[in-house]
């Protein structure tokens, strides 16, 4: 493999970097479909202090494979409310140790099994259909591509280290660290993820075309470059998520200045343990990466308090985030009186379809704007109804166990129902998000007075659910009537206006795409009237 020319080391570079980046994604897509979806939960449920926040942090980076991925979920549950900006900051700091998993596992070098593991890999994909041994045989090829395109990335980069040119380069870099830190961060924004820069440095360090010395600069700057992609994520996004992305940046950057100050001691650390331990210049590089990040948590950790209010300080505005976490359902209630326990449910109730409204209202803002911040904070939104849903449902069951009254009984139903209501216009109106985010996908464009018919019924229905769901608040029932007037109108709006797209579309106004996405729009709104109007049955029936 010596004398190979530079189209061969290209290839050979350029090809195992692809397999390399595909043997992650598709390891991490296995490592979650075995989790199945408790990705979410175990950043919900684990998140309760910023310690247990860096310990989900690494759990949830490890199975995903990606720390970008990690800060992505993390983002979302700030939206939610589910989680506060400093458990967020904790989790984030997690994914940066978490990820280093993925270069100790290089560090053991066992490219000489790459294929048999591939081989593997196919045979438990292809020969099995137990959904949990395909996900398995799904990580384990993965596995193997991991290290048959380290392989070849090695092969490709060996030659490096008889190029004057790059000799003089590396030179450099060990001269002047900045150097190396650009090079990592450029590097690492160019294929989008930091094991692959990670992977290729620790190629380099192997091939001997690069000295420790100048690959911790090219290590620190890696780290950084991870973050753009985050910075990415949040760009028209909510408040919450530019501020977990504004914190990963500032993380790395404070570890990378500190770090860079530190650097001759810093690296004497490193060799040190590559002596005492007799490491492999793969795995010398995964300590240099492990020591770097799990340092950084533990000097930055005592000071989350304080990044938070930077951060808050640093992106002004609003937190839209509302708290989807239950208030009123105390598990108290249930022992000592039930009747309460009944009233608290029917409470929470009520903040789920303030979720419900806030999610409507979101929901047409991104119909109007096209602004991917609407779509986020609905879809947070829904994940809320859908929380408090399961919560509700569950506190419900366990009463109705207990000795209740007729009237409570009554009551007891009623809500069950009602949430189930919510549930479902959290349902639709993810839907109508969906159907949006297609729209602009495929660039499809509605016309002036299908947006004007669509505002007119957008308006009403977040009008219909608000008087339904008030109305079963105050158990006003001249309310509930309004409420189930206005969903007539709707039925009336939803026939009038199918009507008119038939004409749009036979006059040629319109194209049968943008046809089928108005058509499916006004049909879940008229679904979620229907769900208000049921609320506003229930209170109609009571009187």
Not at 206 to 219: H, N, R, S
Not at 230 to 241: F, I, P, Q, T
Not at 379 to 402: C, H, M, P
Not at 433 to 444: A, G, H, M, R, S
């Amino acid at each position: 493999m010596e004398d190979i020319s530079v189209q061969q080391m290209i290839f050979l570079f350029v090809g195992g970097l692809g397999l390399f980046l595909f043997g992650i994604k598709y390891m991490g897509d296995g490592l979650q479909r075995s989790a199945g979806d408790k990705l979410r939960d175990i950043l919900d449920r684990f998140t309760t202090n910023p310690f247990m926040g860096v310990l989900a942090g690494i759990v949830v980076t490890v199975l995903l494979q990606t720390s970008t991925g990690t800060t992505v979920l993390t983002i979302g549950l700030v939206n939610a409310g589910f989680m506060t900006l400093r458990q967020a900051i904790g989790v984030i700091m997690g994914a940066n140790i978490g990820t280093t998993v993925t270069a100790f596992i290089i560090g053991i070098d066992i490219s000489a099994y790459a294929l048999p593991i591939l081989a593997v890999g196919t045979f438990l994909l292809f020969f099995f259909k137990n959904k949990k041994v395909v996900y398995f045989g799904q990580t384990v090829f993965g596995f193997g591509a991991i290290f048959y395109g380290l392989e070849l990335m090695s092969d490709g980069l060996r030659p490096l280290r008889d190029f004057q040119a790059f000799q003089d380069l590396t030179v450099t870099m060990s001269d002047i660290p900045l150097l190396g830190v650009a090079i990592g961060t450029i590097f690492t924004v160019s294929v989008q993820s930091s094991t692959a820069a990670i992977g290729v440095l620790q190629s380099l360090h192997a091939e001997g075309a690069i000295e420790l010395q100048a690959a911790i600069p090219v290590l620190f700057g890696d780290n950084i470059g991870t973050t753009i992609t985050a910075v990415l994520a949040a760009m028209g996004a909510s408040v919450a998520a530019k501020r977990a992305a504004a914190s990963h940046v500032i993380f790395n950057l404070i570890g990378t200045i500190a770090f860079l100050l530190l650097l001759i001691p810093f690296t004497a650390v490193v060799e040190w343990f590559r002596d005492i331990l007799v490491l492999e210049p793969r795995m010398t590089i995964a300590f240099a990466h492990g020591i770097f990040n799990v340092s950084n948590t533990v000097i930055q950790f005592p000071f989350i308090a304080l990044l938070a209010l930077i951060v808050t300080k640093l992106v002004p505005g609003e937190d839209t985030a509302i708290d989807s976490k239950p208030k009123h359902l105390d598990p108290i209630f249930l022992e000592q009186s039930p009747s309460m326990a009944i009233s608290q449910a029917k409470a929470e109730s009520i903040r789920m379809g303030e979720l419900a409204i806030a999610g409507l209202e979101n929901t047409r803002e991104y119909l109007n704007t096209n602004q991917p911040k609407y779509s986020e904070i609905a879809l947070s939104l829904e994940d809320g109804i859908n929380n408090l849903d399961k919560k509700i449902t569950n506190y419900l069951v366990q009463v109705s166990s207990a000795d209740i009254t007729e009237a409570d009984s009554d009551t007891h139903s009623t809500v069950v129902d009602v949430v189930r209501d919510m549930e479902r216009i959290g349902d639709h109106f993810e839907n109508i998000v969906e159907l949006n985010e297609y729209k602009i996908t495929n660039k499809v464009l509605l016309t002036e007075r299908a947006m004007e018919d669509l505002n007119e019924m957008l308006d009403l229905t977040v009008e219909t659910v608000s008087q339904a769901i008030e109305s079963f608040e105050k158990g006003d029932v001249e309310l509930a009537k309004k409420a189930m007037e206005k969903e007539d109108k709707i039925d009336e709006m939803e026939r009038v206006y199918r009507k008119k797209h038939i004409m749009r579309l036979n006059e040629g106004e319109c194209s049968g795409t943008a046809g089928i996405i108005f058509v499916d729009i006004i049909s879940n709104l008229e679904r979620i009237g229907d769900h208000a109007l049921n609320i506003a049955q229930k209170v109609n029936e009571k009187q």
